[in-house]
């Protein structure tokens, strides 16, 4: 069965500097991974997808992932932090067959101080 | 504009009450899913359609019971609400079933049972 386990509930990062969120997966096929964000009171919106193109996939507001297989890893990053990242990020594999529905982690929640 | 949109978006009730959530998207997709949020951000599959048929239904209690009369409206009537049927509900769609489509999600729903 697939899953994922992000790996921090809670970072936290000032302005300016990197953003690292750390998610593993489990999955008996090749994996498709997401990630999504939920901003506070907010709906989900997608970030990026990893469908075994490219492994450095990019996504928007300047995030992006690389998808390790022999880790089995995708962590999101980006660069420089800016205020309005605050939110919570979720780490999503999709199933297979019967079950291809989207499998979510348990969130990380991402605090940026000024 | 395109989207996918839930009515309502705040719903309070009593106890043993009946409720629906209204959903419906005009991206002109084949799957239609319910996502139940719960108050730790954990997100998980509830139902899943695929042109009007049921795919997925999750172990949900039999209170709770989709409805799609076509394949733009993924309804959701609950029964006898429970103080912990109180959850945010997200609403979904994607182009088609299987592996590698992301979702666009509705804004979700909020659910207080007092």
């Known amino acids: 069965a697939q899953s994922v386990t992000q790996l921090d509930s809670h970072v936290s990062v000032s302005e300016g500097t990197p953003v690292l969120l750390r998610c593993n997966y489990s999955?008996?096929?090749?994996?498709?991974l997401f990630w999504y964000v939920q901003h506070p009171n907010k709906g989900l919106q997608l970030l990026l997808k990893?469908?075994?193109?490219?492994?450095l996939v990019k996504g928007i507001n300047g995030f992006e992932a690389e998808f390790k297989k022999s880790e089995t890893s995708f962590h999101l990053t980006k660069p420089s932090a800016h205020m309005s990242d605050a939110a919570e990020y979720f780490c999503?594999?999709?199933?297979?067959?019967?079950?291809?529905?989207?499998?979510f982690g348990k969130g990380t929640k991402l605090s940026v101080k000024p | 504009d395109t989207a996918v949109s839930q009515t309502p978006k705040y719903l309070v009730t009593q106890m043993g009450n009946d409720k629906s959530i209204k959903c419906e998207q005009n991206l002109g997709h084949d799957t239609m899913y319910w996502y139940k949020q719960d108050s730790k951000k954990f997100l998980k599959i509830m139902f899943s359609y695929n042109n009007k048929e049921l795919i997925i239904n999750e172990t949900v209690p039999n209170r709770f019971s989709p409805k799609s009369p076509d394949k733009a409206h993924l309804n959701l009537h609950i029964n006898s609400l429970e103080l912990g049927d109180s959850a945010v509900y997200f609403c979904?769609?994607?182009?088609?079933w299987g592996a590698g489509y992301g979702y666009t999600f509705g804004s979700g729903t909020r659910l207080t049972v007092v």
């Open positions: 999503v594999v999709s199933g297979v067959g019967s079950q291809g529905n989207l499998i």
């Open positions: 979904a769609s994607s182009q088609d």
């Open positions: 999955s008996s096929y090749s994996p498709s």
């Open positions: 990893y469908t075994s193109a490219a492994t």
